[in-house]
């Protein structure tokens, strides 16, 4: 579109385009795009004090999910919440990622609680979109994770585990690792052939993505 309407410089950094440009385009990323809920300008333009608000919530809710004593019904509840603050906030997302509860999250990915693994899958996908989490998330395991739930979690973890990879696939080095993971790329494959239509799609975008880099 913005080339259509006659531009003719990059949209970010103002600097001039070729006569003609060679586009390629990104199909991941705008399946990463398609699957994020655009915050309103309500939202957006909320005041500082409220944002404040959400953050001292956040800390709670941290607190709540990586206690040993907290129960699967607490955690959930601090799951769900938890997803919606970091889909919309990026300082949110920080802050969680700061706070040390990825690796909570991940033992419920582990959890054989559907519901629990839904939500920790969720907020881990919500954790990806900062550049600067993607590769802290690979080191600290969630590959393995990912692929576990592919073969054997619930339609909805299947298509958000495989979302996930797409948005880890972004950063180039973590192309080459899921590659290289035992079974990350045949189980995407295998949903590829027996999965839902969502399944489908979303495998078909990571595999996508993958592919980019040539040992793949």
Known sequence: QWIDSGNRTCPITKLPLSENPSLIPNHALRSLISNFAHVSPKESSRPRTQQEHS?????ALISTLVSRSSSNASKLE????????TKRDSSIRRKVTESGVVRAALDCVDSCN???????????????????????????????????????????CKAIAATLLTSLAVVEVNKATIGSYP??????????????????????????ALCSFPDN
């Open 55 to 59: 953050q001292s919530q956040s800390q």
């Open 78 to 85: 601090s799951l769900s919440r938890l997803v919606r603050l």
């Open 114 to 156: 559907q519901v629990l693994q839904e939500k920790s899958l969720s907020l881990l996908l919500n954790l990806s979109l900062e550049d600067d989490n993607k590769v802290g998330l690979v080191a600290d395991g969630v590959i393995r994770r990912i692929v576990a739930v592919l073969r054997v979690g619930s339609p909805d």
């Open 183 to 208: 079974d990350a790329i045949s189980a995407l494959v295998y949903l590829l052939r027996v999965g839902n239509d969502r399944e489908r799609k979303e495998s078909a975008t990571a595999l996508y």
